[in-house]
Structures are given as structure tokens and as C-alpha cells.
């Protein structure tokens, strides 16, 4: 099937700036677009929009907390409530129970995220830099990996695989921990080149031995455990390759000399340095992130107008990520009619973004057990919808992200989408409960009081499509709605009082116990309509 | 697996509303099948709802003839001509609307027959109280959130939906045409009904048409994810596999558009001839919220009221037709109901305001014909405090279906219903 091209070049866009274009903005740079934050940013201009977006400074969030002990077990070294970040050993037992703790932590930081691309930085670039708790077996490791993606997030993309270079979760998953001079490991040399940085495109002639090249000038970079709250890599020179590394022409047969004992360690630069001055470096990452934000296919018109100037920005400014950020998101092609709404959403878009946009109300942080579990729970679904964050597929990241022709429509089959269903469903009818009566759920009557005139049955339903869709639906469709459901069958705009009577009843007669239950259950069958229409999976 | 673990449990199969093309179709969540279930029903009857969505005037609808000068003189801007109301065999003193020549006919043929003043003690003039009463078949002054018909089904298809669908029930129990699932068939956990919400998604679906819209970047990914939702919903292909076994209709039906109701039934018919061993369908047709101008001027038998009950007559005649034309006819028992009905005085406006008791019509080739109860007594100097009393409630009708109609213990009807009501003499 042909798929319809997206107008609009990297120049500046100068069109109307208004809730809609900040409804796309931040549908793609947060997860799901809060009608506060809509309201807000809408008021202001795009430019300024975009430097709160991607200019405000963040401090690195509280670490994750022992919120794992129960009846039957209790961590020996890390009290209740305290970070375990700082422990000392970890048994099997404190792994698996401290990466639930981690993927919990991380789930809610993207549900309490500030209004800025960070959090969404963070997960493209785990899908790039693909790493597996599971594989990798180190809790501590995992959340510093995460840690080091926030640190770099938007910063300097050359020193962010040079940190990666050294991660220790990233020695382990990759095998760099092994690659030494005797049989040098070729799997992080490999990676490098294959997924992070040349990539595979139609521009990227790298070869065999070049892995093998790559390989030898990384060998030596080790895990230093001794502590584990101190986990670390560093460079062991006397498993350093000291010969020096022939590269192909790719590389335009660039040799990079072998350096003795500690200076060995100075090789990755070289490395870097050769490897960063190909161009495809620069249009790979571009093309990653078009394919995140904007849309899953390049066609010939984007590659040239777009992924090209953006590569163009990206090495003109030495492989600063925000400036290529800035200009794709001020771009005339990112606010095309045609870009928007044309994005599947990923998992964690859906459960994130609907928790966020619905405006779900968690637990007191002091209650920090209760939204560990919430959040948890928030996790599992997202991976039951095939988004596991920790532990994507493989090295390559989600499948959504480079496999062709589908890209994100691997998000949905017959599998997922009724996951995606049974999920919505039960966030707006029953919620998740926890003991002591805690649940979460969404809240139709709260959200609805939140519209402008949600007293008014057609408003109220084009303010709530509005809010949560990317396109209006077909008038006949609303009109369904509103008969269909508001109105218990009755037709035709005289009708419409008598929904306007049973709204306002909710505050003039609060204790009028059948009129908030036929409101909210009312309420309850809109949104559940709303959230199973196929719209609702688009953003 | 318990109920209550189902709940808890959001892995496994619950009801899943899936859609295409704005059909919305509650599927299931496949759950390996297990044993074959011990009550579930055996006979192959079906009862359609027909829901008078708005609160029908049912004092021009049904006539207390006997009383003409005193209706005449409670409602004279919409009474309707002495001369032009319809008779019923046997019963002289009721007489119908000039619209409901084809209902006289059923009547006439002994295959419809009528409930006087039907309604609840203490009855609720609010649309959507006194339509979820109906629905729940509640008390005036309890709210229960289970719908009649969700715990009938519940009853007799336990733990639906766990294991559904299965050899011995592989299609839905219910199934609301033209609009969402009502409260209706909510039963204690979960809704025990699917909608087809407009009858074009219907003959989209069985067709196989998917809205196409793939200029633009989001209409190509939409047609991706609604042909998913089609692939998904374990309901879609059964109901198409029925859809597509029937060939041929009643040429009788009105052209698609011109009586919605009609439309709807025309669908019911299809499916239940189709072979699908659903036991209850509703649908919908309104608005019968009457408050101004319900007659025209000059000649009151035509007007908005009128077309309304045309409506309602035409569709259930051709309705009736077409199922025995498709020979399922001795299967089916249909029920007209409505919230409430309205004001014995008209308004100065035309029209009539929020009442109580209303008639209810059943049909059917195997029902009793005939009235049930007799005419409402209309009140000298008619005030607007002036309502329809009650004389049956609304209950004793379910609870007829149920125990005549579905042949349920009556310890089964008293547990559906929360109470004991009188049995008519309906079927």
C-alpha cells in the first residue's frame, strides 16, 4: 500500500499556534497531552513551548526505594522506605524483587514527569541503547544505565556512547566485559557500529573486519565490582589489544595505532573520532528519531528535506541532540495536517498517557508501597501489550522501530488490541485495587467536570474527543453518542436538557443517589466507547 | 475460576468491546473451553425488546373508548376523533391510534395483545431514573445495578464470560441493536450483551467493508487497526457466518432509512434465522418525549405522536412477517416498553408531561391475545396532577416471559427479579 506523503519542509513554522498544534506537540514529546498542559502551553508561542520543552534543566529524580518487604521476606541490609541503590551485595531474591522496584520507580517518574521531552527522551534512547534486566542480572547496573540515559538524554550524543561505552550494564549485556586481547568478544564492537551509531541504512558500508578492528581497540574495558554501589567500567590495560587496528575503506582505511599500557584506553576516542566522521552517523540518529516522534516511513521527500538538514544541524553542532530536537519539532513538515495522529501509540504511550490525561490520582508518595504497586501493576500491563520497559526484545530494541514495512502496527494484533481493550475497560469500570480500599481508576465524573461545558451533551462530547483524540469523528458517530448513551435513547436537541438537568443535579442535589449513579454510569459508557474506538490508539 | 479471581485477574479473557468501523461488537477473550455447562437453556425461544425510548402517551395510544367524552375533555387540542380510532375484536371499550392500523391487524389475527397501565409503585417522572428502573427492575426507591434481563443470563449462562464462547453457547446471549449495551443486560460483573450500534455498520461488517480513508497518514493506520479489531472479535464471524445463511428477506420491509426501527428488527430477524441461539435482543426507537405539538393542528390523527407509533406498528407487522417467512416465526415473543407514560391533561402547548402507568404490547405467533386489565379511569375536570394508575407493575410482565415464555422455576423468576409478581395472561 502507498502511504500518503507529509508535506511541509524543516523551515520554521509559522502557522496558527493554538490548542491543536500544542496537542500534537506534546502528544509526541510527553506522554499523552494533559488539557492543563495543553491550556498552558497554547497560551504561550511555539517557540517558547519548545525551549520549556527541551531547555529546562531537571535534577536527576530520588532514587528507587526498598518498597519490597513483605511477610515473607525482608531485605537484611536495606530498611523499608530507603534507597537500595547504596546496597552493598544482592542475592537473587533482592535482584528480582529491586527490578520490579526499578521498573516501578521509572513507570512513575513517567506518569509524574515534568512537562518537558525528558522522560520520552529516556525511553527512545533505551529502545537505542537496548539493554535486559533480566540478562543483565544486576539491578544497581540497571538503574544506573537509566540514570546515565537521563544524564545524557539531551546532551552531547558522541560523549553519551562514549558513556555508554563504559557502563557496566552495557560491559555485561553486550559482552564488553569479556572482550579481551587473547579472543577478543565482537559483540559490543558490532552493536556499536550496527545499532548505535552507522546503523544499516543504504549509507552505512562498514564490514566485517571492521568489527573485528572494532573490537580489538575496545578490549580492555572491563566491570570494576568490587563495590556494588560503586559498580563501574574502566579500562584494564593488560587485556588491551596493543596492535594497531586496520579499518576498511568505509572508514577511508583509517589505521588506528595501538597505544601501550594505560594510554591504550585513548584508542576510543580514536574510535569514536573515526567513526563520528561519517556522515551516516548523523542521518542514522535523525531518521531514529523521525521515526519515534513524527512517523514510521521515510520516504524520499523526508529523507531529503528532512532527515538530511537535520543531520546537517546535528553535525554542525557536534553531535548536540537539542538542536536537532529544536529544529524538527519548529518544522513546518512536523505540524503537516498529515503528521499528526498517524502514530500507534506505544504501550507505554497508552498506559502512561491515559493515566496522564485522564488525570488518574495515585496514592500519597509517603504511601510509597501502594504506588510501587500501582505502578507496578501500570508495568505489567504495559508489557502484556509487548513493551516490557527494562527488558525490550533483544539488542535492537522494539520491533515498532525498525521493522519494515510495519513498524508500528506491530504494536497491535489480535493478541495486543484486546489486551489494549480488556485494559481501558478496566481502568474506567473497576480500576485496580489494593488493600485498604486504594484503588486507581479513572475518574469520568472528575474528568468531565474539568471540560468547559460538560453540562451541555454535545460539548461535552466534542470537548472529550478532542482532548483524546488526534481527529474529529464522523458527526453521525457523535450524534449516536450522545442519543445512544447520554440521553438513555432520547433524541433530537430538545433532549438535551435532560442531560444538562442530571449534570447540574450533581451539584445542586449532591446525596441524589440515583442521579450520580445514572451521571457517572453515563460518563463511564462515553469514555469506555471512546478509549475502544481505533482513534483512541492513534496519537 | 471464581468470579471474584476473574476480577483480579486482567491477564485472562473479560469482555472485550472491540470495533470496527464504529460497530462496536463485544467480543471475548479467548479462554480455552472447559466443561459444558450444566444449566444453561435448552429451548430455542427468543424475546425481543422494543424500547419506546422518551415516555409514550399511552392515552392516545391505547383509548379508553369508553370514556370518550371525559378523555375528549382531559386532552381536547390532541384528542383524537371519535370516528377515526381503530376497533379491537372483542374488546369495545379499547380502541387504538389511527396509526396502529397494522397492530389492529396482529390484534385482530390473535397475535398481539395489550397490558393496561403498566408502571411501579411510587413511579419516577425523570427519563433516566425511570428508564434504569425499567431496566433493572428495581424498586422506585432502590438503586440496583444489575439490569433484569443481565441476571436472567447470568443465571442461566454462569460465569459468562469466562469459557465463552462454547459449542453449547458460541453466540452472544444478547444483543442490543442501535445503540449501546444497556443497563438492561449488565449483570453482576459484567455486561452480558453486545451492540450493533447502526444498522449500516451491520451490512459494513457482513460485507466485509472497511471505511477506507488512506489519504492521509492516520486514515491508512485507522483502516490498519479497524480490520485488527474485526480480526479480534471472536462475535464478528459468528454473527456474519448468521448474517450471510439468510439469502432473502421479506420484501415488505421499508427502504433502509425511512423507519429506523424497522431497520433494526430487519437485523434481529436476520440473525435469528440465521441461527444464532441468542436469547434476547433489544432494540430502540424514539423519542417519544411528547411535551409540545404532539398532534398536528387541523387533523389529530397525524402529527409527530402519530408517525412515532406508524413507526412502531409498521416495523413490528413486517417484523412479524418476515420471521415467519423465514419460518422462525413460533420462536419469537416481542415486548414494547417505555420509562413511563405521560399526562392524562395535555399541555397548552400541544403536548403532553412526564405520567406514570402506560400499555405495553406483546406479540407473537404463541402469545395470548387480548387486554390485559382494563381501561384507565379518566377523571371528570382533569387536573395536571391527574396520572394513569398503575395496574400492573412492570415486573409481573418479566416475570411472565420468564416463568411462560422461557419456562424458568418460579424460584428462578423470584430470584431474577428480587421479589414475586403476579403471572398475566400473556403466554
Not at chain 2, 422518551?54 to 383509548?63: E, F, K, P, S
Request: aromatic share 10%.
Amino acid at each position: 500500500m502507498s502511504v500518503p506523503t507529509a508535506n511541509g519542509s524543516i523551515k520554521k513554522y509559522r502557522g496558527k499556534w493554538n490548542k491543536e498544534q500544542a496537542k500534537h506537540l506534546l502528544k509526541r514529546t510527553m506522554f499523552g497531552a494533559k488539557k492543563e498542559d495543553v491550556d498552558f502551553f497554547a497560551s504561550q508561542s511555539l517557540h517558547k513551548t519548545i525551549e520549556a520543552l527541551i531547555n529546562t534543566e531537571e535534577e536527576l529524580p530520588q532514587p528507587p526505594l526498598n518498597n519490597y518487604n513483605d511477610d515473607k521476606y525482608s531485605d537484611t541490609e536495606i530498611k523499608i522506605g530507603e534507597t537500595w541503590i547504596t546496597a552493598a551485595k544482592q542475592t537473587g531474591m533482592e535482584i528480582g524483587r529491586r527490578r520490579n522496584s526499578f521498573k516501578s520507580w521509572w513507570l512513575a517518574l513517567m506518569i509524574n514527569q515534568n512537562k518537558t521531552i525528558k522522560e520520552k527522551m529516556v525511553l527512545f534512547w533505551h529502545n537505542h541503547f537496548s539493554t535486559e534486566t533480566s540478562v543483565v542480572d544486576n539491578a544497581t547496573s540497571s538503574y544506573k544505565h537509566n540514570v546515565l540515559l537521563r544524564q545524557h538524554a539531551l546532551g552531547n550524543f558522541k560523549e553519551m556512547v562514549k558513556a555508554i561505552t563504559y557502563d557496566p550494564c552495557m560491559l555485561r549485556y553486550l559482552n564488553g566485559n569479556n572482550n579481551v586481547k587473547k579472543a577478543p568478544d565482537e559483540n559490543y564492537g558490532r552493536e556499536l557500529q550496527e545499532l548505535f551509531t552507522v546503523g544499516k541504512g543504504s549509507g552505512s558500508h562498514y564490514t566485517e573486519a571492521d568489527v573485528k578492528a572494532a573490537a580489538k581497540v575496545l578490549t580492555g574495558f572491563r566491570i570494576d565490582a568490587k563495590s556494588l554501589s560503586n559498580i563501574k567500567g574502566i579500562f584494564d590495560a593488560a587485556r588491551h589489544d596493543e596492535t594497531d587496528k586496520q579499518f576498511s575503506s568505509f572508514y577511508n582505511n583509517t589505521i588506528i595505532k595501538g597505544r601501550k599500557g594505560k594510554d591504550g584506553e585513548q584508542e576510543l576516542d580514536d574510535l569514536l573520532n573515526m567513526i563520528f566522521s561519517q556522515e551516516e552517523v548523523s542521518k542514522f540518529i535523525c531518521r531514529k528519531l523521525y521515526r519515534f516522534f513524527v512517523y514510521h516511513s521515510i520516504d524520499d521527500n523526508a529523507e531529503k528535506n528532512i532527515i538530511e538538514p537535520l543531520a546537517k544541524t546535528f553535525r554542525k553542532k557536534n553531535y548536540e541532540i537539542k538542536p536537532v530536537l529544536t529544529q524538527l519539532f519548529s518544522s513546518r513538515h512536523f505540524f503537516d495536517d498529515n503528521n499528526k495522529g498517524c502514530i500507534i501509540k506505544n504501550p507505554v504511550d497508552f498506559t502512561v498517557g491515559l493515566c496522564r490525561e485522564y488525570n488518574v490520582q495515585f496514592p500519597n508518595t509517603n504511601e510509597y508501597v501502594d504506588v510501587y504497586a500501582f505502578c507496578l501493576t501500570l508495568q505489567q500491563q504495559t508489557a502484556l501489550m509487548q513493551q516490557n520497559i527494562g527488558d525490550p526484545p533483544n539488542v535492537a530494541g522494539w520491533p515498532a522501530y525498525y521493522q519494515q514495512p510495519q513498524y508500528d502496527k506491530i504494536w497491535i494484533n489480535s493478541d495486543t488490541l484486546p489486551k489494549r481493550n480488556v485494559f481501558t475497560d478496566r481502568m474506567i469500570n473497576n480500576g485496580f485495587a489494593r488493600p485498604a480500599n486504594k484503588k486507581i481508576i479513572i475518574d469520568a465524573v472528575a474528568f468531565a467536570k474539568t471540560l468547559n461545558n460538560p453540562s451541555n451533551p454535545e460539548d461535552l462530547i466534542n470537548e472529550s474527543i478532542n482532548l483524546l483524540y488526534m481527529m474529529d469523528l464522523p458527526d453521525k458517530e457523535k450524534q449516536y453518542m450522545k442519543e445512544g448513551i447520554l440521553l438513555s435513547g432520547l433524541q433530537g436537541m430538545m433532549s438535551d436538557h435532560y442531560w444538562t438537568d442530571a449534570w447540574n443535579k450533581l451539584t445542586t442535589k449532591p446525596d441524589d443517589v440515583a442521579n450520580k449513579k445514572d451521571v457517572t454510569n453515563k460518563l463511564k459508557k462515553l469514555y469506555k466507547y471512546l478509549m475502544n474506538l481505533p482513534q483512541y490508539q492513534l496519537c | 475460576m471464581k468470579r471474584r479471581d476473574f476480577l483480579k485477574n486482567t491477564a485472562i479473557g473479560v469482555a472485550l468491546p472491540t470495533f470496527l468501523n464504529g460497530i462496536s461488537l463485544k467480543a471475548l477473550a479467548g479462554t480455552p473451553l472447559m466443561h459444558a455447562l450444566s444449566n444453561y437453556m435448552h429451548d430455542d425461544k427468543v424475546l425481543v425488546l422494543i424500547q419506546l425510548a422518551g415516555g409514550n402517551d399511552g392515552l392516545n395510544t391505547v383509548i379508553p373508548f369508553d370514556q370518550y367524552s371525559l378523555y375528549n375533555a382531559a386532552r381536547t387540542n390532541i384528542a383524537l376523533p371519535e370516528d377515526k380510532v381503530l376497533k379491537l375484536n372483542g374488546y369495545d371499550a379499547t380502541v387504538l391510534h389511527p396509526a396502529l392500523a397494522d397492530m389492529q391487524k396482529l390484534f385482530n389475527d390473535g397475535k398481539l395483545g395489550i397490558v393496561q397501565a403498566v408502571s411501579y409503585p411510587k413511579p419516577n417522572f425523570s427519563h433516566f431514573r425511570a428508564t434504569d428502573i425499567w431496566m433493572t427492575a428495581s424498586d422506585s426507591d432502590k438503586v440496583v445495578n444489575t439490569g433484569w434481563a443481565g441476571r436472567f443470563l447470568n443465571q442461566q449462562f454462569p460465569n459468562f464470560p469466562n469459557n465463552y464462547p462454547n459449542p453449547q453457547m458460541p453466540d452472544p446471549l444478547a444483543i442490543q441493536v442501535g445503540s449501546v449495551i444497556s443497563s438492561t443486560f449488565q449483570g453482576p460483573a459484567f455486561t452480558m450483551g453486545l451492540a450493533i450500534s447502526n444498522p449500516s455498520n451491520f451490512y459494513n461488517l457482513i460485507e466485509g467493508k472497511v471505511n477506507v480513508d488512506s489519504n492521509t497518514r492516520w486514515g491508512e493506520q485507522l483502516d490498519y487497526l479497524e480490520e485488527m479489531s474485526l480480526k479480534t472479535d471472536q462475535y464478528a464471524d459468528v454473527i456474519k457466518k448468521a448474517a450471510l445463511k439468510i439469502t432473502k428477506q421479506s420484501d415488505k420491509y421499508p427502504a433502509q432509512g425511512k423507519n429506523p426501527l424497522a431497520d433494526q428488527l430487519k437485523i434481529v430477524a436476520r440473525l435469528i434465522a440465521g441461527g444464532l441461539k441468542t436469547k434476547v435482543y433489544m432494540v430502540n426507537t424514539g423519542s417519544f418525549d411528547t411535551h409540545a405539538k404532539q398532534t398536528d393542528d387541523a387533523d389529530k390523527t397525524i402529527g409527530t405522536h402519530a408517525n412515532l407509533l406508524k413507526r412502531v406498528s409498521e416495523a413490528v407487522n413486517v417484523f412479524m412477517e418476515d420471521l415467519n417467512y423465514l419460518q422462525v416465526g413460533d420462536r419469537v415473543m416481542g415486548m414494547t416498553f417505555s420509562e413511563f407514560g405521560r399526562r392524562i391533561k395535555s399541555n397548552a402547548s400541544g403536548g403532553t408531561d412526564h405520567g406514570a402507568a402506560a400499555p405495553v404490547f406483546y406479540f407473537g405467533n404463541k402469545v395470548k391475545s387480548g387486554v390485559i386489565g382494563k381501561n384507565p379511569t379518566m377523571p371528570t375536570n382533569a387536573t395536571v396532577n391527574d396520572n394513569v394508575a398503575m395496574q400492573h407493575d412492570f415486573r409481573s410482565l418479566y416475570a411472565t416471559v420468564l416463568q411462560n415464555w422461557f419456562n424458568l422455576q418460579p424460584t428462578d423468576v423470584q430470584n431474577v427479579l428480587n421479589g414475586t409478581y403476579p403471572i398475566l395472561n400473556m403466554v
